[in-house]
């Protein structure tokens, strides 16, 4: 199985020190390919590879380089070529433009980042198969526009989940070849340092980060990042939704599911209150996390071929969004292992409605004997009294005088319970389990 990073190794791939031994790795890639071309010496390029590690360069000078001329991959390069021996620091960042390391380096954190996703993601679909497999035949009221509409199934419900999951990882994996592209094409993205090497010296770069070759490296394309933005966003989306309907389902009036979290405490001044501790942050960090979205679209617009300001824009939107929406999915993932189903509730809330949630079910059996538009006014009339004397449903369409001499009363009553009425909410749950599990075993 993958190993599942904690929220906290994946915040810190974006931490400064990450990110600085991510620039040194792309200046060691650079040197490599470029020794490999026959671009600089072979031996200059594996000194320069050797010496491109935080804990080999003077750190502290490169620190204070950095501040004093506020050109920190100008600094990284000059304390890289003093670390290296003999003349091999003359052939550091041979080319290069800045953009090309900072750019590609945060590629080369995001692709990390999105590993851990993905795994995380796995797990995800191993607690929806678990929950649908439980509640595949817990039969509940399904609701729209707040009102029980049809009766349902819970695993039905988790079912709708697990299909709109896939459709994440499929866009996820089909966005992966775009999304994580070197930008190695010099100072405008023409190659002009790089001569006629330059296609030839972008392949082997990526190929030595794991990343694909961009075609045409020009500083000013943003796309592809603004689209994983836009991915995460709809990631987000979706989980807070699913956490916001366990958030109305633990209400006291429902109380179909609950959080079952060991020693959590309520309320400081209502100790009968048993609040949500993680359903909230899900929707919380969601919130934020789709605001960067817009902000991506926005630093997608560079002037010319390349603009400074959208880069900054970009490269923070990296470095807070990734991490967030890691630490959201290991919020989800605690969440769905936290949520116990109460089926007494549920069936105490189908019974509240007096049997009025089979309507439809009435409706198609009566059709059958005095036509469709004849069978919802007798259910409809048959609903008001219910409504006006508290009978029940089953009883009020018993009684209805133009109610068909070939309906039995006491077989009506027996077709219209809840549990004979749940369409194909079953066998759809069985199959997402499968899916779901299916899903997991090829996430890690």
């Known amino acids: 199985m993958t190993e599942l990073l904690s929220a906290d190794a994946v915040r810190e791939l974006f931490s400064a020190r990450s990110r600085h031994q991510s620039w040194l790795d792309v200046e060691a890639a ?118 029980q509409g049809l009766p349902i199934t819970f695993g039905f419900k988790v079912a709708a989940w697990i299909d709109e999951m896939l459709r994440h990882e499929e866009r996820l994996k089909a966005a992966e070849s775009r999304v994580f592209m070197s930008q190695f094409g010099g100072a405008l993205g023409a190659m002009h340092a790089f001569g006629d090497n330059g296609p030839a010296l972008n392949a082997a770069i990526s190929t030595r ?14 796309d592809h990042i603004a689209e994983y933005m836009q991915l995460l966003a709809l990631l987000a989306g979706s989980c807070a939704k699913i956490a916001r309907e366990f958030y109305t389902l633990m209400t006291d009036e ?37 605001g960067y979205a817009a902000t991506t679209l926005e630093a997608m617009q560079p002037s010319h071929e390349g603009d400074a300001a959208s880069n900054m824009v970009m490269y923070s ?15 989800f993932d605690e969440l769905l292992a936290s949520i116990r189903l109460i089926p007494d509730n549920m069936r105490r809330n189908l019974a509240a409605s007096d049997g009025l949630i089979m309507a439809e079910k009435a409706m198609m059996l009566l059709a059958a004997h005095v036509g469709r538009s004849q069978a919802h006014h007798l259910v409809q009339e048959s609903v008001a009294r219910a409504r006006r004397d508290g009978n029940g449903f ?51």
């Not at 380096?105 to 797990?123: D, E, F, N, S, T």
């Not at 980060?209 to 000013?220: C, F, K, N, Q, T």
């Not at 919380?284 to 789709?290: P, Q």
């Not at 990296?318 to 999915?329: F, G, H, K």
């Open 254 to 290: 429902l109380g179909e599911v609950i959080e079952d979290i060991e020693g959590a405490v309520g309320s400081s001044t209502m100790p009968q209150k048993v609040n949500s501790k993680i359903a909230v942050k899900v929707m919380a960090h969601a919130t934020r996390l789709r």
């Open 209 to 222: 980060l794991g990343l694909a070759p961009s075609a045409v490296p020009v500083r000013s394309a943003l």
């Open 317 to 331: 939107a990296i470095d807070e969004a990734v991490p967030l929406a890691y630490e959201l999915t290991c919020l």
């Open 394 to 444: 089953a009883s009020a369409l018993a009684g209805h005088e133009q109610l068909p001499a070939q309906i039995d009363a006491a077989e009506l009553a027996a077709a219209l319970r809840p549990e004979t009425h749940t369409g194909q909410s079953v066998p759809m749950a069985r199959r997402a389990v499968d899916l779901a599990r299916k899903a997991a075993a090829r996430l890690g």
């Open 30 to 147: 650079l040197a490599l390919a470029e020794g490999e071309l026959g671009m600089i010496p072979k031996a200059a390029a594996e000194d320069i590879a050797r010496h491109a590690h935080l804990d080999t360069i003077d750190a502290k000078a490169f620190t204070e380089l950095a501040a004093r001329n506020r050109a920190p991959i100008l600094a990284l390069v000059e304390t890289l070529a003093t670390a290296c021996d003999d003349d091999a620091g003359a052939y550091v960042h041979w080319g290069g433009t800045t953009q090309n390391i900072i750019q590609t380096a945060r590629i080369v954190q995001m692709k990390k980042a999105h590993a851990a996703l993905m795994a995380r993601l796995g797990a995800i679909f191993g607690r929806l198969a678990g929950m649908a497999d439980e509640s595949a035949e817990m039969v509940v009221a399904g609701r729209s526009n707040r009102r």
